[in-house]
């Protein structure tokens, strides 16, 4: 059941262009990231769909060091050493807020 929301958040990740997949540099310690899941229900309570979100644990960034590149581990996919050198932010990213209100900005100015 889970498979399939999760699936689907990694598709949505990909076709916005939210990261590409590089070698670690070195020196460089990947953010972790974690799966939210979450049950949305309708007005009955009956089960309307399953969701799930890929979040990174933002409180491990440093200052001056982690808010420019950002690398995570996400998905298997690449083998060791390879990681997700994220191109957009993911929730829970200390720069995530700042990135959605330039982005926002933009679009309401057009």
Do not use: C
């Amino acid at each position: 059941m889970w498979e399939k929301a999760i699936d689907k958040e990694m598709t949505s990740l990909l076709s916005n262009g939210t990261w590409i997949l590089k070698e670690i540099p070195e020196g460089v310690k990947p953010i972790p990231v974690k799966w939210v899941y979450k049950i949305k229900k309708d007005a009955a309570g009956n089960i309307e769909r399953y969701m799930a979100r890929l979040v990174a644990k933002g409180f491990k960034q440093r200052e001056g060091v982690d808010n420019n590149e950002v690398y995570a581990p996400g998905y298997e996919e690449g083998g060791p050493g390879i990681a997700y050198h994220l191109k957009k932010a993911l929730y829970g990213l200390k720069q995530a807020p700042r990135a959605w209100h330039t982005k926002l900005k933009v679009e309401l100015e057009i």
